[in-house]
């Protein structure tokens, strides 16, 4: 009799379930079904902050693994504020592949569909689908040039050469698909006038309870002051397929607040020169019909920045003359990473002419054969590759046309 209740509790036993670890619900797009809804990014934290290239991680002070662990987000004044909470992201952790990083997928290092004009740069790896973007050879700049008057019949015109499609529909487009949040210092709202975007202004206040499910692209002006109950609606837009893009001071107030632990300020601050640039990772539909040398105007007091996880972020472009202000000496003029299933940009400088004299049209860094400056023109690029989305347009055939703010 006792050998058969021994018997019993032992199939007993292998009958019952195993404790196993619970999965997480931050599912990779390529595990999740077609038509699945994007979910949230997980909470803003540093429990893990991802390591730079060569370096340890960072783990949370002492106490159990997965243990929850807060961020506190400083205040830009005294007193006392709320922390945000949870998990960090797994995003740009790892491993890196070129393809996992694309505006609209991946596209094979000389696979790339479509022709180059004869001064596209040869030999250029592809990131992102679309055409191969013609690029003019440029040569090194070696003396800053000179402002010149640019009216936005220059930056139409340069839309609509670059940007076909896009320039055509451009006048019909939700003005909601674009959100620009207004700034101290920097000012896109005059830029994408001038290139034909429609877009909607709004202050930073709003972004604590605005609806964002028709907005493709947010801009956010330097300073980048917005609530911090923002700062995890950012995370989340982004994470499910939206595009950001930051400028300037909006390193340090949004960006590495939103995202810790892919770019940071290094404390260091320009003078206000107009400075070389270099693209360094020429991609097609980011620098299409764009220049490989040009000028970039950099204002006084910039952040000068450091990539934090170099296998998750791209540095787009960079300045010889820029590493005599940046402490780390990279010289670093613009960036991009994707987190989820979106993408964001970050310029060291603005997108606005950033001259005093911007009322009147100004551009103190027009570049070579395209009229209006590099940076805007990768701006430009982005936003139209943000509104491409979805929208059966390719991403090389985007952008322009009068706005409606």
Same mark, same amino acid.
């Given at each position: 009799?006792?050998?058969? #209740? +021994?018997?019993?509790?032992?199939?007993?036993?292998?009958?019952?379930?195993?404790?196993?670890?619970?999965?997480?619900?931050?599912?990779?797009?390529?595990?999740?079904?077609?038509?699945?809804?994007?979910? &949230?990014?997980? /909470?803003?934290?540093?429990?893990?902050? &991802?390591?730079?290239?060569?370096?340890? @991680?960072?783990?949370?002070?002492?106490?159990?693994?997965?243990?929850?662990?807060?961020?506190?987000?400083?205040?830009?004044?005294?007193?006392?504020?709320?922390?945000?909470? @949870?998990?960090? $992201?797994?995003?740009?952790?790892?491993?890196?592949?070129?393809?996992?990083?694309?505006?609209?997928?991946?596209?094979?290092?000389?696979?790339?569909?479509?022709? #180059?004009?004869?001064?596209?740069?040869?030999?250029?790896?592809?990131?992102?689908?679309?055409?191969?973007?013609?690029?003019?050879?440029?040569?090194?700049?070696?003396?800053?040039?000179?402002?010149?008057?640019?009216? &936005?019949?220059?930056?139409?015109?340069?839309?609509?050469?670059?940007?076909?499609?896009?320039?055509?529909?451009?006048?019909?487009?939700?003005?909601?698909?674009?959100?620009?949040?207004?700034?101290?210092?920097?000012?896109?709202?005059?830029?994408?006038?001038?290139?034909?975007?429609?877009?909607?202004?709004?202050?930073?206040?709003?972004?604590?309870?605005?609806?964002?499910?028709?907005?493709?692209?947010?801009?956010?002006?330097?300073?980048?002051?917005?609530?911090?109950?923002?700062?995890?609606?950012?995370?989340?837009?982004?994470?499910?397929?939206?595009?950001?893009? %930051?400028?300037?001071?909006?390193?340090?107030?949004?960006?590495?607040?939103?995202?810790?632990?892919? !770019?940071?300020?290094?404390? @260091?601050?320009?003078?206000?020169?107009?400075?070389?640039?270099?693209?360094? =990772?020429?991609? /097609?539909?980011?620098?299409?019909?764009?220049?490989?040398? #040009? %000028?970039?105007?950099? =204002?006084?007091?910039?952040?000068?920045?450091?990539?934090?996880?170099?296998?998750?972020?791209? !540095?787009?472009?960079?300045?010889?003359?820029?590493?005599?202000?940046?402490? =780390?000496?990279?010289?670093?003029?613009?960036?991009?990473?994707?987190?989820?299933?979106?993408?964001?940009?970050?310029?060291?400088?603005?997108? =606005?002419?950033?001259?005093?004299?911007?009322?009147?049209?100004?551009?103190?860094?027009?570049?070579?054969?395209? @009229?209006?400056?590099?940076?805007?023109?990768?701006?430009?690029?982005?936003?139209?590759?943000?509104? $491409?989305?979805?929208?059966?347009? +390719?991403?090389?055939?985007?952008?322009?046309?009068?706005?409606?703010?």
């Amino acid at each position: 009799m006792r050998a058969a #209740a +021994s018997f019993l509790v032992a199939v007993l036993l292998c009958l019952a379930p195993t404790g196993a670890t619970q999965a997480s619900d931050w599912v990779e797009d390529q595990t999740t079904q077609t038509n699945s809804v994007p979910r &949230p990014a997980p /909470p803003i934290s540093r429990l893990q902050r &991802p390591a730079a290239d060569g370096q340890a @991680g960072s783990p949370a002070q002492s106490g159990p693994a997965g243990a929850r662990a807060t961020f506190s987000v400083k205040p830009s004044s005294g007193g006392s504020r709320p922390t945000l909470e @949870g998990n960090v $992201s797994k995003w740009g952790r790892g491993p890196v592949n070129p393809d996992d990083y694309a505006l609209n997928g991946s596209a094979a290092d000389s696979n790339l569909q479509g022709s #180059a004009s004869e001064d596209a740069v040869p030999g250029q790896r592809g990131r992102l689908n679309g055409q191969v973007a013609a690029m003019f050879q440029t040569p090194p700049i070696v003396e800053a040039g000179r402002p010149a008057r640019v009216p &936005p019949e220059v930056f139409r015109g340069w839309i609509e050469k670059s940007h076909p499609s896009f320039a055509l529909s451009a006048s019909t487009m939700d003005p909601l698909s674009v959100l620009e949040i207004k700034g101290a210092w920097d000012d896109a709202d005059h830029t994408l006038r001038s290139l034909g975007i429609r877009h909607t202004t709004v202050r930073a206040g709003k972004l604590r309870d605005m609806p964002l499910e028709g907005v493709r692209v947010i801009v956010v002006n330097c300073a980048g002051n917005v609530p911090r109950e923002a700062l995890q609606r950012i995370r989340d837009f982004v994470a499910r397929g939206g595009f950001l893009l %930051t400028t300037d001071w909006a390193l340090d107030n949004l960006l590495s607040q939103a995202f810790p632990g892919y !770019v940071e300020w290094n404390g @260091g601050k320009t003078d206000g020169n107009v400075v070389d640039a270099q693209v360094v =990772d020429p991609d /097609p539909v980011l620098f299409h019909r764009t220049v490989t040398n #040009a %000028t970039w105007k950099v =204002d006084e007091g910039s952040q000068t920045l450091r990539v934090v996880k170099m296998s998750a972020v791209r !540095v787009l472009a960079r300045s010889q003359q820029l590493r005599r202000d940046d402490p =780390d000496g990279q010289g670093i003029l613009a960036v991009t990473f994707r987190f989820g299933r979106g993408q964001v940009l970050h310029l060291v400088g603005h997108f =606005d002419n950033n001259s005093t004299l911007a009322f009147l049209n100004s551009l103190p860094d027009p570049a070579p054969i395209i @009229g209006i400056s590099l940076r805007q023109a990768l701006a430009a690029n982005f936003v139209v590759a943000a509104l $491409s989305q979805g929208s059966g347009q +390719s991403a090389q055939q985007p952008a322009g046309s009068p706005t409606a703010r």
